[in-house]
């Protein structure tokens, strides 16, 4: 069979990943030109197809599920995956591209719909629509502090509040808090936030504050110990380090970079004023993965609110 060179410019992928100051990132993925060995298309209507979910329905805020359609051919089809949220439309989360698998993390609990629409080359297509269940992490009235793939970000889930807005604070001395977005209260569902920008092998205090613009109310402190990351980071110089004279109104450095003799460390990653890492994201490992796909992933520009566009 030849080979041939194609440009894989599948439509936009959309993932949530941690922000660098705990809120989740909405990072659209692009991926290069490259060479593949072409495989012949059947101009068949697709077969039957089932759409399964590597964990059960009923899984908590937070957790990872992997969706993959089962096709009598997947090689001769195009898949498109959408999500719709509670009492919301269907949402593309990936556009049509020969992959049958796709991952998914929420946040926020409800019963979802999960879409999968598989194409051929003539234009024939099939559907296939799951429900799934998410629930909360609450169990009583205090809040859950869990680990997360990467060992620098907590998820922290808080009991439902009725009135005003809620935030997570996080302090690793007890004394200087940052910290996250706000998320509105409805009274009915757990509020759940990344929280990042913390060291590796540290002990930090998290809490939750829940204010209506009259009143606040802080909870109890909970304890999280971050881990040590499996990535191996560029080393930094300080030339002029931080000194009283030093504006900490911003604390943190986003880094993107290429080093084109060494691909291992191309990864969006953040640091304190001390040179410090405090946040990563490994897309190298993500592409791997769930694509089997070698590549680079390139922070472009962060938003407001936390979050990063990537490529």
């Known amino acids: 069979m030849k080979q041939r060179c194609i440009a894989l410019l599948p439509p936009a992928t959309l993932a949530i990943c941690p922000a ?6 909405f990072i659209f993925l692009m991926f290069a030109s490259g060479c593949l060995n072409a495989q012949p298309l059947l101009r068949t209507a697709p ?22 359609a089962i096709a009598g ?13 509670p009492s919301k439309p269907f949402f593309v989360v990936r556009d049509f591209w020969s992959s049958n698998t796709f991952t998914w993390t929420t946040l926020n609990e409800g019963i979802y ?9 003539d234009g024939s297509t099939q559907t296939v629509t799951k429900s799934f ?42 004394s200087s808090w940052q910290k996250t977005n706000s998320l509105t ?12 920008g913390m060291l590796g092998v540290r002990t930090y205090n998290l809490r939750h504050v829940v204010s209506d613009g009259a009143q606040t109310a802080t909870s109890p402190v909970t304890q999280f110990t971050t881990g040590t990351p499996a990535q191996v980071f560029p080393s930094f110089t300080l030339l002029d380090p931080p000194d009283l004279q030093t504006s ?18 191309n990864i969006p990653m953040a640091t304190d004023l001390f040179g410090r890492v405090i946040w990563y994201y490994d897309g190298l490992a993500w592409l791997q993965q769930y694509f089997g796909l070698e590549g680079l992933t390139l922070a472009t520009r962060p ?6 566009l990537m490529i």
Do not use: E
């Open 20 to 25: 660098i100051i705990g809120v989740p990132v």
């Open 47 to 68: 077969a039957a197809m089932a759409l399964a979910s590597s964990l059960p329905s009923g899984q908590p805020v937070g957790a990872t599920i992997r969706w993959t």
């Open 73 to 85: 051919s997947p090689q001769s089809l195009q898949y498109q995956f959408s999500v719709a949220s």
């Open 113 to 121: 719909q999960v879409k999968v629409v598989a194409q051929a080359i």
């Open 133 to 174: 269940s998410v629930i909360s992490r609450i169990t009583g009235n205090q809040a859950v502090v869990t680990p997360t793939q990467n060992p620098l970000v907590a998820l922290y889930s808080a009991p439902p509040c009725s009135t005003g807005s809620i935030f997570v604070q996080f302090s690793l001395n007890g």
């Open 185 to 196: 209260c409805d009274g009915v569902h757990s509020a759940n936030f990344y929280v990042a």
């Open 248 to 265: 900490l109104s911003q604390q943190v450095i986003l880094y993107s970079m290429i080093d084109v003799l060494n691909v291992n460390p």
């Open 303 to 308: 938003l407001q609110g936390g979050g990063l």
